[in-house]
């Protein structure tokens, strides 16, 4: 039994061994660590003694581990996510010879050898000490070093609490909750209040084909809240407690559409009209409906029948090709209008116009088209727009008292190739542009990024805040992007508030294209960019699938996150999902905190020549299932695969995948940042490793609270604004991939929580059709009236 024991733990050894010879001699030959190598030759030559029965196999082993752990803690710290992969597998392997040899041992005779194999004990006992160590310091939120001013005093003289009448709350898009019935001291006693299914789920459209996302955050105007659900189905629901008041389903045309979702509607108050009280929503088939907030009846004077096309005037529009999922912004009287053009089909695509149209008749007053050369002038009816050109698909803000709306845009389609792209389309692309509400006239315009080769469109909403700039007050717009770089703006006329430097880039070889020499980098504010990866960077559960990753990245172009995409594999690092995308962020106004969540899934990237490339204008799939978009009209087609997997299905980026961060907008420092989330719901065995993938926003509330779902594993959690300490959570029935909001009862004084808990397909999360309020118990939550 003995022999049986050690031989089949020497096959083990032999096998790994075998992997890591091979395959650390090819990381070496691409200019890697050749330590797997050596390890491999070690773990033969244990092999081969264990097999022999010999305990010299064993305690080679132990000392060939104990030079892993200096070898690793040389290359990570005491970062124990880090460690974990490289310590793992010699770890678990010492032990299981430990255990083997001593149950020889204490049947052996041989005194010194009785001895030596139980003295295996202390070098084992250290290698844990140094893990747990390294494990009880991983991933721990600093103390907060906040310089911020104490909480205002909160009372019935507040900004209403008891609404959130816009999608970030106000028409800032600040997230900020000016209620202090939910607090530090008693956030832990929140429960559910109420919870409410809107019945659109995939089951109920078997025959459909399209993705799920619920990433809707519903309005709260009086006593109602209204959302919609990843079909556009409109729904009112009483607030405080979730019976359903109305729904409206346009019957929507879903063809061509891969993913289903709908953020938001918006609300409308005017005198006179058919509708005084009016719901306006944009649709996934390019329609501007308007609704009676109070019946959910169409409005009649609006459009025909209470809705407009939005494909007026577009030209020609393939299924799936044009579709809007944000709401429109109504500043003074008009709904401002994006839309989001699919990405990488052709150079013909649909062109990405900004449009306003009267808020109680539907009818079109401006339109601004980004591709648009300055000389021609303003727009005019019958004018053609630019096909191809930049679209806005993201969250609009606005300043009423400049009269001035805020529009984040992408880049010219498609992402990966410009050099076809016109100097009118490449102007205002991934931009942050500053439009005159009334007329669409162009005020200011400020690039993130130029000649975008990298789908790094600005997807967050911009969040304007008035800050204490060199003593006087400055009216501020806060745009965060996709790379990690946040930007600080005057939203008068787009002058940087914080430093911004032009910084060169790397430039790239495709025949055809042209390179920016610089991008602009943020310097005057903290950057959420991760730092340059490399291959230790390079994660897994063992030093197996370790070894793999590092190969994988050492066999990638890679030169930084402005590395260009090329005819080969090349890592694009953060990636178009972005550190921020359109969660934003959410800024406490009377203490000038910003919260901040960022994920952190990199992207390999790779032309396709166009003889190459899959025939044929529809996204195809390679043989290993990775998507390959035509971007027809250009000499490549490209290939796309997110996140950057090892065999075993795990990210090869270590953890933490997603984190939350507080920054102090007044000194511009970073006060805390932690990971965000865990895997519990993806990981082998529900390990729930720190920080997980997010899509979602957060919200802060006057409590000094931060509430934020986002992450992978089906949490609503609440934070300590100024430690980054977790409070509460509680699991939510499905993925929470949508930002929460949060309201003051009228009649009781009860603050809630509200978030719509539906999934994200693409993040595989679970989904559902669920919108699910919490509050305090009664005789708790009635602790300020609005």
Known sequence: MRKAILRTLSLLL????????????????????????????????????????????????????????VWALAE??????????????????????????????????????????????????????????????????GPSTTSASAPEEIGDAVDDAGEWRDYGRNKAGTRYVPAAGITRANVAQLEVAWSYRSGDLPAAYPEAQNAYSFQATPLKVHDSLYFCSPRNIVIALEAETGAERWRYDPGIDTSGIYMLACRGVAYYESEGDVCPRRILM?????????????????????????????????????????????????????????????????????????RGYAATSGRQLW????????????????????????????????????????????????????????????????????????????????QTVHHDLWDYDVASQPVLVDLPIAGERVPALIQPT???????????????????????????????ERYSPTQPASLGMPSLTPPPMTEKDMWGVSMLDQLWCRIAFRQLRYEGKFTPPGLDRSLSWPGNNGVMNWGSVSVDESRHLMAVSSSYMPLLLQLVSREDAPAGEHISFDANGVPVSPQLGTPFAVRTERPFLSPLGLPCNAPPWGRLAVIDLQDRKLLWQRPLGTTRDHAPLGIPLPGAFAQGGSIITAGGLIFIAAAQDDYLRAFDVDTGEELWRHRLPAGGQATPMSFVSRQTGR??????????????????????????PEREGATHRP
């Not at 005779?109 to 070098?123: D, K, M, T």
């Not at 409906?289 to 959910?296: E, S």
């Not at 992402?415 to 692309?429: H, I, N």
């Not at 719509?756 to 509050?775: E, I, K, M, P, R």
């Open 76 to 141: 990570t710290g005491l970062a124990f996510w880090l460690l974990l992969p490289r310590m793992s597998f010699p770890l678990a392997m010492a032990g299981l010879l430990l255990l083997a040899f001593w149950g020889i041992a204490h049947r052996d005779a041989h005194a010194g050898f009785r001895l030596g194999v139980r003295a295996g004990i202390l070098p084992f006992a250290f290698l844990i000490a140094v893990l747990g160590a390294a494990f009880l310091t991983s991933d721990a939120p």
């Open 367 to 446: 339109t601004w088209d980004a591709g648009r050369p300055a000389e021609a002038g303003p727009w005019r009816p019958g004018d053609d727009y630019t096909r191809g050109s930049p679209n806005a698909w993201s969250l609009f803000s606005a300043d009423e008292a400049l009269g001035l709306v805020y529009v984040p845009t992408g880049n010219a389609t498609p992402d990966y190739f410009g050099g076809l792209r016109s100097a009118a389309q490449e102007r205002y692309s991934s931009s942050v542009v500053a439009l005159e509400a009334t007329t669409g006239t162009l005020r200011w315009a400020f």
């Open 482 to 512: 996709k790379q990690g770089d946040i930007f600080l703006l005057d939203r008068r006329d787009g002058t940087p508030l914080a430093a911004v430097q032009e910084q060169p880039v790397p430039q790239g070889k495709v025949p055809g």
């Open 751 to 776: 603050q809630y929580v509200v978030i719509a808990a539906g999934g994200h397909a693409y993040l595989q999360t679970t989904l559902g059709d669920y919108v699910v309020a919490f509050s305090l």
């Open 14 to 69: 032999f096998a790994a061994g075998c992997w890591l010879v091979v395959g650390g001699i090819r990381l070496g030959s691409l200019g890697g660590s050749w330590f797997y190598m050596l390890w491999g030759a070690v773990s033969l030559a244990v092999a081969l003694l264990v097999w022999r029965g010999n305990p010299l196999g064993f305690w080679l082993y132990m000392a060939a581990t104990l030079a892993t752990l």
């Open 282 to 354: 944009a649709t996934l088939d390019a329609r501007l409906i308007a609704l009676n907030a109070d019946t959910g009846a169409p409005c009649t004077d609006f459009g025909e029948g209470g809705e407009i096309s939005l494909l007026e005037g577009l030209g020609e529009v393939k299924p799936g090709y044009y579709l809007v999922t944000s709401p429109p912004a109504v500043v003074n009287g008009v709904a401002v209008v994006g839309g989001f053009v699919l990405d990488n089909m052709s150079v013909d695509e649909p062109p990405g116009v900004v």
